[in-house]
Structures are given as structure tokens and as C-alpha cells.
């Protein structure tokens, strides 16, 4: 082997790893989030009604489940 192929090798050997990487990386951090998200969720029912408070309307229990089950559903 030359010193033209030990480099090409080097450079392709680097860039495999430089993918899985990625791939790697990319998976961890996509569940991370979603066991976070599942555990501390963006929005609860109580923020929904304070919300409703803080604009002066009393929200009905079919109401406050219909927004709730709309933002748990997007995720």
C-alpha cells in the first residue's frame, strides 16, 4: 500500500464513523426527548384553565379535555 491509498482509506474510515455518529446521536437525543416529554408534559390542564382565567372566561371540563387531548394528540 502507497501512501495515496492509506489516506483515501483514513479519509473513508473517518467519514464512516462520522455517520454513525450522527445516526447514533440522533436516536439518543429523539428518545431523551420523549422520555422527557412524557414525563414533564408541555402543557397540563391547570395551565389550560389559568389560561382561560387570565382572559376572564370560565371553561367548561368538556372544554378544558378538548384543548388538553388536542395538544397531548400533536405530539
Not at 445516526?23 to 429523539?30: E, L, N, P, R, T
Not at 428518545?31 to 376572564?56: D, F
Request: net charge positive; proline share 4%; hydrophobic share 45%.
Amino acid at each position: 500500500m502507497d501512501a495515496g491509498q492509506i489516506a483515501g482509506l483514513v479519509v473513508g474510515v473517518s467519514l464512516l464513523c462520522l455517520i454513525v455518529g450522527f445516526v447514533v446521536g440522533w436516536i439518543i437525543s429523539k428518545k431523551l426527548i420523549q422520555k422527557h416529554l412524557k414525563k414533564n408534559p408541555p402543557i397540563s390542564k391547570e395551565t389550560i384553565r389559568m389560561i382561560y382565567a387570565q382572559v376572564g372566561r370560565r371553561p367548561t371540563e368538556q372544554q378544558i379535555n378538548e384543548i388538553y387531548n388536542k395538544a397531548v394528540k400533536v405530539k
